[in-house]
């Protein structure tokens, strides 16, 4: 009996943590909300800041999340470093691909990636394997 109850513990705390999604309490009031089909948040604009996948999005701003629950966009409220390299500035639309990879930010400083300088405060896209897209190139 003690094994079972021990094991139906785990369980729930397991699927607590998996099950947890972003809900409408993130959105302003009166803001337009929308849903993905099975009932996920899907759009809405932010009441205060929120960090979601390690990236601070900022309050009055809308957000997009993927139905996993993966952030698919919003404004940053911060600088967001992505994988050691790319620094996204503060103020910036942030997006990402379904998998989490970084889709496009803005620079917050001028960078070399894969052989390519980079424009800081100019916009970086990156391609869903995460070798670069696009840039602008400094003058």
Do not use: W
């Not at 309050?59 to 966009?73: A, D, F, S």
């Not at 989490?100 to 070399?112: E, P």
Request: charged share 15%.
């Amino acid at each position: 009996m003690k094994f079972a109850i021990i094991i139906l513990s785990i369980r729930f705390v397991t699927d607590v943590g998996t099950c947890l999604g972003i809900d409408t309490s993130v959105c302003n009031p009166g803001s337009e909300i929308t849903f993905h089909p099975k009932g996920q948040l899907k759009t809405c604009t932010l009441k205060d800041n929120f960090a979601i996948n390690r990236v601070n999005c900022k309050q009055y701003e809308p957000i997009g999340v993927y139905e996993t629950g993966m952030l698919k966009n919003c404004v940053t409220s911060d600088y967001f470093n992505y994988d050691g390299i790319i620094t996204c500035n503060l103020y910036g639309l942030v997006s990402f691909y379904a998998t989490g990879i970084l889709n496009t930010c803005i620079l917050s400083k001028t960078i070399q990636i894969d052989g390519k300088t980079c424009e800081q405060l100019k916009s970086i896209s990156l391609f869903e394997n995460g070798k670069l897209k696009s840039c602008s190139t400094p003058l």
